[in-house]
């Protein structure tokens, strides 16, 4: 069947339970009453979320598929637990809500399994209510959520190769022995990977009317900071000794000293706004979706995670000691330099 994985970033930030709840629903919809002037509307989406959003149940059939794997468990996790506020948590995906309010909904063919808000797959109703089918919105509140979104995204299509082999020349097709007499089996990837490809009907259509397969926004930039004396170089098997060039950080230092605009601008703008060309900035000619990201550093490398906090503050820094200067006054260390002004609160908060 036609169906699509999207990862939408909301401008206003879904950050709190109250937020999510405005958006996410985990609960069967209320019954409406015989003399509710919206029970046709209420019904309508009581029944769509019974038709399309319900999980199993499951904890009595071990013959559905999540539960191949562990007849005792569902794969999914189904039934959840009951709970009565959402909470926010750091695997990734959001607690959601599911009161123990006795709301039950009659599933299945024969009328005789009853679900509740344990099985209720998270949706929102009004994406429900337009589309009338099954709709599963999720909050990613971690990186985690992203890598899994996107690996599920790009994965493509399940394929496989089955070959029958009858006879002794087809049983050592592509067999032969290595320097221990062992023998060994050569792959030919190019020719499973063509004999493997599956394209289903849909996919062909789009690549036929050379639609977009997918879509992303924005280009990302990854700035590394780094002490003096300790820029990062990268080593290649194609060139040794590696060459040592200048970093970013050193011709964004470099380039605040003749640039009057990038006096305003923090080291992850001038990224945003110019572009580095191997040796220095140069001013992009057209304006786009750019984003630039300082790299995470370990709070128990002191002195390079205060060169991280002060670079993403500080504005218009031309040298390492222009970095550790804080009010006229040149600190001694980075670390000093960010607490005077204020980014890290007090060096023990970092100490074992």
């Not at 629903?25 to 019904?43: F, G, N, Q, T, V």
């Not at 029944?47 to 794997?69: N, Q, T, W, Y």
Request: charge should be positive.
């Amino acid at each position: 069947m036609p169906h699509a994985h999207l990862l939408v970033t909301l401008a206003n930030k879904v950050d709190t339970p109250e937020k999510i709840d405005s958006i996410i629903s985990a609960e069967l919809p209320d019954y409406p009453k015989r003399d509710d002037p919206e029970r046709e509307r209420k019904m309508l989406l009581f029944e769509l979320v019974r038709k399309h959003m319900i999980h199993g149940p499951c904890s009595e059939r071990p013959e559905l598929g999540c539960r191949d794997a562990n007849a005792t468990k569902c794969s999914r996790g189904y039934p959840k637990p009951y709970r009565n506020f959402t909470e926010l948590c750091n695997g990734g995906y959001p607690l959601y809500r599911r009161r123990d309010d006795g709301k039950v909904a009659v599933v299945g063919k024969l009328g005789k399994t009853f679900a509740t808000n344990r099985d209720v797959v998270p949706t929102n109703l009004w994406l429900l209510q337009k589309h009338e089918c099954h709709v599963n919105v999720e909050v990613c509140a971690a990186i985690q959520a992203f890598k899994y979104i996107f690996k599920y995204v790009f994965k493509g299509p399940d394929s496989v190769v089955l070959e029958l082999l009858h006879n002794d020349d087809l049983m050592n097709k592509n067999v032969y022995l290595n320097e221990k007499k062992e023998k060994c089996v050569n792959l030919d990837m190019r020719e499973i990977y063509r004999l493997a490809r599956y394209v289903s009907h849909m996919e062909a259509a789009y690549r036929i009317l050379r639609y977009p397969m997918h879509y992303t926004m924005h280009t990302v930039f990854t700035l590394i900071p780094h002490l003096p004396n300790e820029e990062p170089i990268f080593f290649t098997s194609t060139a040794y000794p590696p060459k040592r060039k200048k970093s970013k950080l050193l011709a964004y230092f470099d380039l605040v000293k003749e640039d009057d605009c990038a006096k305003n601008m923090t080291w992850v703008e001038v990224a945003e706004n110019y572009h580095f060309n191997g040796t220095k900035y140069v001013r992009y000619k057209r304006k786009g979706l750019r984003i630039a990201r300082l790299s995470s550093v370990n709070p128990k490398m002191l002195e390079l995670y205060a060169v991280r906090k002060l670079l993403l503050y500080k504005k218009g820094v031309q040298s390492f000691e222009h970095l550790r200067t804080h009010r006229g006054k040149v600190y001694k260390s980075f670390m000093e330099a960010a607490e005077a002004a204020g980014y890290i609160e007090k060096t023990t908060e970092w100490q074992d």
